[in-house]
Nanobody, 117 residues
Framework: QRQLVESGGGLVQAGGSLRLSCTASRSIFVLNAMGWYRQAPGKQRELVARISVNGGGTNYADSVKGRFTISRDNARNTMYLQMNSLKFEDTATYYC??????????WGQGTQVTVSS
């Protein structure tokens, strides 16, 4: 049984929006701050946004600040990433995991986001 499942990616034109979802096992979700990460071809995986255990605190990479919004629903063990004003450089595979990710080394399969310019 996969512990982290991402969904919601797709192909979108620049300026468009997508909403990603992440469902995690309860053992991961309830005890951890969570994060959205992304990896573009030929680049290292990077943290995009993170959210505290109770959802009261968030933090964003400078490259997405003002465009992306992270949220979580602890009752559903689900986290979201609302992505607006998408840019070509947002193209990547997006993953969710605990924050820091070293707390849980097994990544999910991710969801592909492709932004056409």
């Amino acid at each position: 049984q996969r512990q982290l499942v991402e969904s919601g990616g797709g192909l979108v034109q620049a300026g468009g929006s997508l909403r990603l979802s992440c469902t995690a096992s309860r053992s991961i979700f309830v005890l951890n701050a969570m994060g959205w990460y992304r990896q573009a071809p030929g680049k290292q995986r990077e943290l995009v946004a993170r959210i505290s255990v109770n959802g009261g605190g968030t933090n964003y990479a400078d490259s997405v600040k003002g465009r992306f919004t992270i949220s979580r629903d602890n009752a559903r063990n689900t986290m979201y990433l609302q992505m607006n004003s998408l840019k070509f450089e947002d193209t990547a595979t997006y993953y969710c995991n605990a924050y820091p990710s070293t707390r849980y080394p097994d990544w999910g399969q991710g969801t592909q986001v492709t932004v056409s310019s």
